[in-house]
T-cell receptor, first 112, second 118 residues
């Protein structure tokens, strides 16, 4: 198994642009999580999906952030418009049932 | 509600010395506890986990941790440090309950950066 796949690995964009981050979870995992990691705030959970349905989006910072999971093998996290304070590493993780989470390699986002 | 406190944001040891990274947690329901390791520019990799049963759990790369309910601790140890152990380590807690109010959301500590000197 290839593990959790995230793309792109690095993204540099200018303030105001739309950014879309992509995640392919491990096949058979029914839960998917999006996290953000910064030096100041550490690892923060943004949103959690179970069986493709958003269950908890209380960590989404504001309306500029949105996430979708149209099927069991794909999820996106979109930021529109992006701001410099959104610069961070964004991780996707998936989980089979009640077990540990498996993390992707992350997307390093820089908003200029 | 759950929380995790990792004591010491930086720990430095000599190669061959004991590694001890401290983690204390709070949880209103029986916890599941995890240690993850993050190497530079990589994602988090699971080192070990405690769910139920034996309180001393062994993980990869020679690490182990002991769940102590009375002390609400889950400290990570390794008898002899290698240079390759240099990384950031995260303790995390989660819980599941029959009421469905806890779906296994992971709460992470702030991380401990381990430096290993030759």
């Amino acid at each position: 198994d290839a593990g959790v796949i995230q793309s792109p690995r690095h993204e540099v964009t200018e303030m105001g642009q739309e950014v879309t981050l992509r995640c392919k979870p491990i096949s058979g995992h029914n839960s998917l999580f999006w996290y953000r990691q910064t030096m100041m705030r550490g690892l923060e959970l943004l949103i959690y999906f179970n069986n493709n349905v958003p269950i908890d989006d209380s960590g989404m910072p504001e309306d500029r952030f949105s996430a979708k999971m149209p099927n069991a093998s794909f999820s996106t996290l979109k930021i529109q418009p992006s701001e410099p304070r959104d610069s961070a590493v964004y991780f996707c993780a998936s989980r089979p049932g009640y077990n540990e989470q498996f993390f992707g390699p992350g997307t390093r986002l820089t908003v200029l | 509600a759950q929380s995790v406190t990792q004591l010491g944001s930086h720990v430095s040891v000599s190669e061959g010395a004991l590694v001890l990274l401290r983690c204390n947690y709070s949880s209103s329901v029986p916890p599941y506890l995890f240690w993850y390791v993050q190497y530079p520019n990589q994602g988090l990799q699971l080192l070990l986990k405690y769910t139920t049963g034996a309180t001393l759990v062994k993980g990869i790369n020679g690490f182990e941790a002991e769940f102590k309910k009375s002390e609400t601790s889950f400290h990570l140890t390794k008898p002899s440090a290698h240079m390759s152990d240099a990384a950031e380590y995260f303790c995390a807690v989660t819980a599941f309950n029959a009421g469905g109010t806890s779906y296994g959301k992971l709460t992470f500590g702030q991380g401990t950066i381990l430096t290993v000197h030759p």
